[in-house]
T-cell receptor, first 113, second 117 residues
Framework: GAGVSQSPRYKVAKRGQDVALRCDPI?????LFWYQQALGQGPEFLTY????????KSGLPSDRFFAERPEGSVSTLKIQRTQQEDSAVYLC???????????FGPGTRLTVL | DQQVKQNSPSLSVQEGRISILNCDYT??????FLWYKKYPAEGPTFLIS?????DKNEDGRFTVFLNKSAKHLSLHIVPSQPGDSAVYFC????????????????FGQGTILTVHP
């Protein structure tokens, strides 16, 4: 398909486990964003990539969160030593050049037990 | 510090009537505003946007109004249809072409719209 895809769609982790969430943006979109959406809330910004460069990581809640986009396309959000408060939907969005409009993937629902 | 606020958690309207969803913001640096629609188990889908140099933008049944002095925007849907039932998010972005904040969105909490047949 032509949209943003994310995998896995659902992830259950035991507290303390590491998880990796993948995002495949729309081809040609240089901008890639990660957002975290807690239950009943709006998405909150985590980090931003322009091609392979991570230009803004001000929203990452702690140093347990790490994101990369080594070749400027696929991105991975890694959470180390997961905690219950990490339970949320993690959304990835990509944008074409010079656009403020994000195209969102379906999200990964992370549940930490 | 909630920079974008949607004070109505839910709204219920009859099919064929107008739906009005409201959004307030506090950050004067916001220059571009968007509305997204979200169905369960899906990501948000872009609906309509407006730049701060305009006060109205219309696209079919959807119209967004911006009152910059009041830091308020609203989304009007007319006529409302049952398929419009979803969560609606207001989002704002500072304009910074080529800058690190470009495209970074700050979202409201969302309003659940239910359109009854």
């Amino acid at each position: 398909g032509a949209g943003v895809s994310q995998s896995p769609r659902y992830k259950v982790a035991k507290r303390g486990q590491d998880v990796a969430l993948r995002c495949d943006p729309i081809s040609g979109h240089v901008s890639l964003f990660w957002y975290q959406q807690a239950l009943g809330q709006g998405p909150e910004f985590l980090t931003y990539f322009q091609n392979e460069a991570q230009l803004d990581k001000s929203g990452l809640p702690s140093d347990r969160f790490f994101a990369e986009r080594p070749e400027g396309s696929v991105s991975t959000l890694k959470i180390q030593r997961t905690q219950q408060e990490d339970s949320a939907v993690y959304l990835c969005a990509s944008s074409p050049p010079y656009s403020n409009q994000g195209y969102f993937g379906p999200g990964t629902r992370l549940t930490v037990l | 510090d909630q920079q974008v606020k949607q004070n109505s958690p839910s709204l219920s309207v009859q099919e064929g009537r107008i739906s009005i969803l409201n959004c307030d913001y506090t950050n004067s640096m916001f220059d571009y505003f968007l509305w997204y629609k979200k169905y369960p188990a899906e990501g948000p889908t872009f609906l309509i946007s407006i730049s701060s140099i305009k006060d109205k933008n219309e696209d079919g049944r959807f119209t967004v109004f911006l009152n910059k002095s009041a830091k308020h925007l609203s989304l009007h849907i007319v006529p409302s249809q049952p398929g419009d039932s979803a969560v609606y998010f207001c989002a704002a972005s500072p304009y910074a072409a080529g800058g690190t904040s470009y495209g970074k969105l700050t979202f409201g909490q969302g309003t659940i719209l239910t359109v009854h047949p």
